[in-house]
């Protein structure tokens, strides 16, 4: 899956560490789903997106 996550993260003037604690999750899986290395469940997509106000869709879009 494909993510923005970076770029919403710093469009918002967050660190990671920032995102983190907003999201209720460590550093490391901010980290790991910024690099494409960790897909999140559905609740911590549509916590993303909430906390970016943007729909999932444009915060994760499937690989093809």
Do not use: W, Y
Request: net charge negative.
């Amino acid at each position: 899956m494909h993510n923005r996550l970076k770029a919403l993260r710093e469009e918002a003037g967050l660190s990671q560490a920032e995102c983190a604690d907003a999201l209720g999750v460590s550093r490391q899986t901010v980290i790991s789903i910024e690099k494409g290395h960790f897909d999140p469940r559905l609740s911590l997509a549509f916590r993303i997106s909430r906390l970016f106000d943007v729909a999932v869709d444009e915060a994760f879009t499937p690989d093809d």
